[in-house]
């Protein structure tokens, strides 16, 4: 079972090959994202994109965060310095350690936690 995150579902939005192949090997298997990601996702439509996001969106299983994901965020927030880690991709990567997902991502350096399962496409 995967997790997206935000930027390959917006590839595949944008139309980009390689992401919706990306998202159909996880096909036969329940597919997730974090409530950050629709967050993201629609604040970043125009309201031309919206049936085509709200489809995309219905399609995966929401995953909510808690106070357990926040203070994990926190922790992985503050374990790594070098790379300034941003609040949103700390909650995601607390979101799929916690769900023991793979994180279907594109951007691997937001994402040095070592405990997580990164699938990182190549298109």
Not at 72 to 96: R, V
Request: hydrophobic share 40%.
């Amino acid at each position: 079972m995967a997790m997206f995150d935000t930027d390959v579902l917006i590839d595949h939005l944008l139309g980009k090959e390689g992401a919706t192949e990306t998202i159909l090997k996880f096909k036969n298997t329940v597919n997730y994202c974090s409530v950050i990601t629709i967050g993201e996702i629609l604040f970043g439509t125009r309201p031309p994109e919206k049936d085509k996001t709200f489809k995309l969106i219905d399609s995966l299983e929401p995953l909510d965060v808690n106070k357990k994901i926040v203070i994990d965020a926190y922790e992985i927030k503050n374990s790594y310095k070098g790379y300034k880690l941003e609040l949103y991709d700390c909650i995601i990567a607390a979101t799929a350690i916690e769900s023991d997902l793979i994180l279907v991502t594109k951007n691997s350096k937001h994402y040095p936690d070592k405990r997580l399962k990164l699938f990182i496409p190549e298109y």
